[in-house]
């Protein structure tokens, strides 16, 4: 017989805990903007191998759905003035849904708000690549591109 103070799978005090989280959000909002930066580098410098557009692999799926909800919470924040704001709920929307172009476009219009050209040209980047298969999009990169002093990336 089992003494009835054991637990059985436990491995000391605290096993199975969440370890500690680091402190603050800018690690989590530099690894999510490097992230992005890399992606359109990777893009930009053929990654994909083909000329083809590729689908939108998100759309239609819940993570989309919920991703795009985010995206118009941030836009609303914008418009409202309150870029830190609309900043922290988009880089939500791209973490949800990474393959959601919109998201990095909106995001990318935060960061310029902010001052943060350098990153909204990275953020533009994949923005771009990710809207490819919807042509009616690229004006607005465009446009935002020509806000930041700078044209398309070099192919």
Same mark, same amino acid.
């Given at each position: 017989? $089992? ?7 436990? $491995?000391?005090?605290?096993?199975? *805990? ?21 992606? *359109? ?10 000329? %083809? ?40 929307? %791209? ?17 310029? *708000?902010?001052?943060?050209?350098? %990153? ?36």
């Amino acid at each position: 017989m $089992r003494p009835a103070s054991r637990v059985v799978g436990r $491995r000391g005090p605290g096993a199975g *805990a969440a370890p500690p989280e680091a402190p603050g959000p800018s690690i989590a909002r530099l690894a999510l903007l490097a992230a992005a930066v890399l992606g *359109a580098a990777a893009c930009a410098s053929g990654g994909g191998g083909t000329s %083809v557009p590729p689908a939108d692999r998100g759309a239609g799926s819940p993570e989309r759905a919920a991703s795009t909800r985010l995206v118009g919470r941030g836009e609303a924040l914008l418009d409202a003035g309150r870029a830190r704001d609309a900043a922290s709920v988009l880089e939500r929307a %791209v973490r949800v849904d990474p393959s959601n172009g919109e998201a990095y476009l909106e995001l990318a219009r935060a960061r310029m *708000a902010l001052g943060e050209d350098e %990153v909204a040209r990275g953020l533009l980047d994949r923005a771009a690549a990710l809207l490819r298969p919807y042509p009616e999009r690229e004006a607005r990169v465009d446009s935002l591109r020509a806000r930041l002093g700078g044209g398309a990336p070099d192919p």
